[in-house]
């Protein structure tokens, strides 16, 4: 199976995976995927970069699960290399055996000075959809997702999810963010004032989504924050759905972009 290479500007698919072993034929890189149980009682493995990069590999293999759902959710080859999404066929188990990383998808969270300050877990456990794990005395309150790709300082566009932000970037908007769910608060919202001169915030249609519209207009009203736009899909749907049914065209035009 050839891959553009994850390890540098391939436009050739010049990347060969085949029986766990990988090489390319641009940059030469060569090597064995080795995976094994691993049990640890810190948090201190799930931030190996060289792990995340062995997911990232793994994660590109014939038959993976999470490619297939990948694909089913239309993200492609550029968006998941873009965001070094991540799967790892190993079992990890912290001090009191809650989190599990085997068969996961894996999303690295990057701050806004380009380091890496936790994961994200997607299950396919409907109780509980992501697990979101950081490093210790890292403010996790304040994460925003992407902050690290999003280079315009004219503005950003704010979603909630994971798959919101991946399905904006496939559809070539690049300047968007993602607060990893619907928890705003003065501080998130200063910390994207000051990189982004215009903020538009777009939460799902549900009664969540509805809540945190009203928590930013009242933030913005009490502090005169002019360039703070916000505003809620329709019932039922969140960026990546409405994207999918309508276009990112229609999308932009009824955030008011």
């Known amino acids: 199976m050839n891959f553009l290479c994850p390890f540098h500007l391939d436009k050739n698919s010049s990347f060969s995976l085949k029986n766990n ?51 089913i959710r239309n993200i492609d080859f550029k968006t998941l290399f873009h965001y070094n999404l991540g799967c790892i066929d190993i079992h990890l188990k912290t001090k009191n055996n809650i989190y599990f ?17 936790g994961i994200g877990l997607k299950t396919n456990n409907f109780k509980s959809k992501y697990i979101n794990i950081y490093k210790k005395n890292f403010d996790n309150k304040n994460v925003i997702y992407g902050i690290n790709e999003c280079f315009d300082r004219y503005y950003t566009i704010v979603v909630e999810g994971y798959f919101d932000l991946l399905t904006l970037y496939k559809n ?16 998130k919202i200063l910390k994207l004032l000051l990189k982004y001169n215009n903020i538009y915030f ?27 736009n916000c505003i809620n899909l329709p019932l039922g749907d969140d960026p990546d759905s409405y994207i999918n049914k309508y276009g990112v065209e229609n999308f932009l035009k009824f955030i008011d972009i």
């Open 172 to 187: 070539n908007i690049y300047n968007a963010t993602s607060i990893l769910g619907c928890n705003i608060n003065y501080k």
């Open 101 to 117: 990383v085997k068969n996961k998808l894996i999303f690295p969270i990057i701050d806004e000075f380009g380091l890496l300050c």
């Open 21 to 71: 072993k990988y090489y390319c034929y641009g940059c030469k890189l060569k090597g064995k995927l080795k995976f094994e149980n691993i049990k640890m009682n810190k948090f201190e493995f799930y931030f190996n970069k060289e792990i995340l990069l062995k997911a990232k590999i793994f994660l590109i293999k014939k038959k993976n699960f999470w490619l297939n759902y990948l694909y």
């Open 202 to 228: 777009c939460f799902d249609g549900d009664l969540a989504g509805y809540i945190s519209v009203l928590k930013i207009k009242k933030i913005k009203q009490k502090y005169n924050i002019k360039n703070l």
